[in-house]
């Protein structure tokens, strides 16, 4: 219908081999049109799964899903550039009236996109994060540095941010716009405050990570709490 609300789906793919089928079984559910709670027709259009050349055979389990739906559509990258660079490449590439982008481990439900674009609607927001209700199936130690990260983030200022998360809505116009200019270095939240100047939350409750190891080594994270900060801009300088 020409109501329908169009979905592209953003998946960054690090160690996704085992997860991504499962994945995309419940995105297909969404690929036909669904009514949101409050009513709103949107569907999935189409899911970009962005190869970020991690350890395991993702490539394959790619190629495999891609043949097998139409809707799926590979980036592949050329060297590990990292989940946030990843997924900007994949919002890059897509072509729907809404983006959403969320992890391949299976904790982000499909079946929460309608309640975040509901809240989009209802309040007029370009960008929508997930908020979780429940405590997040990360180690300690991802879930010490997550902490630390929004802290960071609240006291540097980055364009007013006070809430986010890897689970977004986004409005397409949006969130190519970003993408065309966009660095491999940039933390894709700080630099959504560049261009978003109303952003709401949505209660969504965390799923357990599907038996896959956790893709953030302490080093990994390190480089990804340096890059909030290079990109919240002169003022921690």
Request: charged share 20%; aromatic share 6%.
């Amino acid at each position: 219908a020409p109501n329908d609300h169009t979905v592209g789906v953003v998946v960054p793919v690090y160690r996704g081999e085992r997860t991504l089928p499962e994945l995309l079984k419940e995105l297909d559910h969404l690929t036909t049109p669904s009514a949101s709670p409050a009513g709103h027709l949107y569907r999935v259009s189409e899911v970009v799964l962005v190869h970020d050349a991690g350890p395991d055979r993702s490539d394959l389990t790619i190629r495999a899903l891609a043949e097998r739906h139409p809707y799926v559509r590979p980036v592949w990258l050329a060297r590990n550039f990292g989940q946030h660079a990843a997924t900007l490449a994949g919002m890059a590439s897509t072509s729907a009236d809404w983006i959403v982008t969320m992890d391949e481990d299976g904790q982000h439900d499909p079946a929460a996109v309608g309640a975040m674009l509901d809240v989009a609607l209802a309040q007029a927001a370009p960008l929508v994060y997930a908020e979780p209700t429940n405590a997040e199936p990360h180690n300690l130690f991802r879930r010490v540095s997550s902490d630390v990260a929004h802290a960071v983030a609240r006291v540097l200022g980055a364009g007013g941010l006070r809430h986010f998360h890897s689970f977004r809505l986004v409005l397409g116009e949006v969130g190519r716009g970003l993408a065309a200019y966009c660095g491999e270095s940039v933390y894709l939240d700080v630099a959504l405050t560049w261009v978003v100047n109303r952003t709401a939350v949505c209660p969504v409750q965390m799923r357990d990570e599907r038996g896959r190891p956790s893709g953030y080594s302490p080093r990994r994270l390190a480089s990804h709490f340096w890059r909030l900060v290079l990109t919240s801009g002169t003022r921690p300088l």
